[in-house]
C-alpha cells in the first residue's frame, strides 16, 4: 500500500468547514483513497472513499487532483463532535485481495467552539 | 447485536501470563481483522481472516501471538507470556467479504479491549 502524509494536527471553528489535506504521490492506478477517523476511546469509523472522482455524502466530501497525488477531506459545517483524529488511507481494491487497511498517525482535529 | 462486540473491554493482567480477547463481527461479515493501538499511534495490522482461515498474518508481532476463527464468525485472539509491551488497545474489525464484487471494502471497528500487562 502507498504511505501517506497528512499534518499532524489542525483546529476549525465550530460551523465552518473543516479542509483535512493528504498527500499520496505514491499512489498506484488501482488503489482507492479512503477516509477514517477515531473519537477518543472508540474505534476508527469509515467516513467516504474514492478512486479518482470526487465523491460527496451525507459526512464529507472528498476532492481527489487530477493527478490522484494528493486528496482533501472536507467537513462543510463542523460541529464539535467532529473532534477526532482522520486517517487517510490508500488502498487496493477488494477485489484484488488487498483488503488491509494501513493507518499512519493521522490528523487531529480539533474542533473550537 | 448490530455492530462489531469485543470483550472484554478492559483486562489487567500480570507479565508472563496468558490473554485470549474475543471479537464477534457483524453477522454475514466474512472477512475479520485485528489490529492494535498504542498510545498516540494510529491502529497497526496483526491478522484478517477471510472466513475460518488467515488469509494474511503478516502483523502478528512474534509467536507469543495467536488468532482463531473456527466457525467463521468469532475470533478470538490469543496472547501467550504477556509482555509489558503487548499493552495496547486491540481493534476488531469486519467487513463483506473482499471477493469480486461485493462491497465498498468498508471496515466496520468494534471499540477495542484494551489490554494493559503489569
Known amino acids: 500500500d502507498a504511505k501517506t502524509t497528512q499534518p499532524t494536527s489542525m483546529d476549525c471553528a465550530e460551523g465552518r468547514a473543516a479542509n483535512l489535506p493528504c498527500n499520496h504521490s505514491?499512489?498506484?492506478?488501482?488503489?482507492?483513497v479512503y477516509w477514517y477517523r477515531q473519537i477518543h476511546s472508540q474505534g476508527p469509523q469509515y467516513i467516504i472513499h474514492?478512486?479518482?472522482n470526487n465523491e460527496t455524502n451525507e459526512m464529507a466530501s472528498l476532492i481527489i487532483t487530477e493527478d490522484r497525488k494528493s486528496s482533501t477531506l472536507i467537513l462543510p459545517h463542523t460541529t464539535l463532535r467532529d473532534t477526532a483524529v482522520y486517517y487517510c488511507?490508500?488502498?487496493?481494491?477488494?477485489?484484488?485481495?488487498?483488503?488491509?487497511?494501513?493507518f499512519g498517525t493521522g490528523t487531529r482535529l480539533t474542533v473550537i467552539p | 447485536g448490530a455492530g462489531v462486540s469485543q470483550t472484554p473491554s478492559n483486562k489487567v493482567t500480570e507479565k508472563g501470563k496468558y490473554v485470549e480477547l474475543r471479537c464477534d463481527p457483524i453477522?454475514?461479515?466474512?472477512?475479520l481483522y485485528w489490529y492494535r493501538q498504542s498510545l498516540g499511534q494510529g491502529p497497526e495490522f496483526l491478522i484478517y481472516?477471510?472466513?475460518?482461515?488467515?488469509?494474511?498474518d503478516s502483523g502478528l508481532p512474534n509467536d507469543r501471538f495467536f488468532a482463531v476463527r473456527p466457525e467463521g464468525s468469532v475470533s478470538t485472539l490469543k496472547i501467550q507470556r504477556t509482555e509489558r509491551g503487548d499493552s495496547a488497545v486491540y481493534l476488531c474489525?469486519?467487513?463483506?467479504?473482499?471477493?469480486?464484487?461485493?462491497?465498498?471494502?468498508?471496515?466496520?471497528f468494534g471499540e477495542g479491549s484494551r489490554l494493559t500487562v503489569l
Open positions: 505514491t499512489i498506484s492506478g488501482n488503489e482507492y
Open positions: 488511507i490508500v488502498r487496493g481494491i477488494p477485489q484484488t485481495g488487498a483488503n488491509n487497511l494501513f
Open positions: 474514492g478512486l479518482k
Open positions: 481472516f477471510q472466513g475460518t482461515g488467515a488469509a494474511d
Open positions: 453477522s454475514g461479515h466474512t472477512a
Open positions: 474489525a469486519s467487513s463483506l467479504t473482499g471477493l469480486a464484487g461485493a462491497g465498498t471494502g468498508e471496515l466496520f
